[in-house]
């Protein structure tokens, strides 16, 4: 990806809402779950599913917890943004110069999503009404999601 720097390039960006968010979320959990379903399938069969086992085993708790940490905050720092970022044209940058995230602020950003997801999601969902359209966790990151302001879509003609 470009330089993301807001200040220091001729591309403009636009802060993005929340639709474009939830729907990169979207996309990175159905690539999560596509990536982690089968292999937990693959080592637990489908007692996996009907256990009342929170984590059940050491198998488990890398593919649903430190793979997914690992991925997430690795397409952060090196790629400004994960795969449902990158597909939508989104990117997390530094709330202050622009630049790609680092790694302690993709860290903290990680973390903080629990603290957006209490109560009720409402530290997603302040994407809404805030004037940054920052979330919790990206409140508590220093980071924002931008896009970039031309949308390069296409004319259309029709011929009736």
């Known amino acids: 990806m470009e330089n993301t720097s807001m200040e220091n390039t001729e591309r403009k960006y636009e802060l993005a809402g929340f639709r474009e968010r939830f729907g990169a979320a979207l996309i990175d959990t159905g690539i999560l779950l596509l990536i982690t379903t089968p292999l937990l399938y693959g080592i637990y069969g489908g007692a996996y599913w009907t256990s009342g086992a929170t984590i059940m ?33 989104l990117c997390v940058v530094d709330a202050e110069t622009g630049a790609k995230p680092t790694l302690q602020q993709a860290v903290i950003r990680y973390f903080a999503y629990i603290l957006s997801t209490l109560p009720l999601f409402v530290g997603y969902l302040w994407v809404i009404w805030d004037p940054k359209k920052q979330a919790f966790h990206d409140k508590l990151a220093k980071t924002l999601v931008v896009r970039p302001q031309e949308r390069r879509v296409n004319d259309v003609s029709f011929t009736r």
């Open 57 to 89: 085993g050491v198998a488990d708790f890398i593919i649903s917890f430190v793979f997914p940490f690992v991925a997430t905050v690795a397409f952060w720092v090196y790629k400004s943004a994960t795969p449902g970022k990158i597909a939508l044209n």
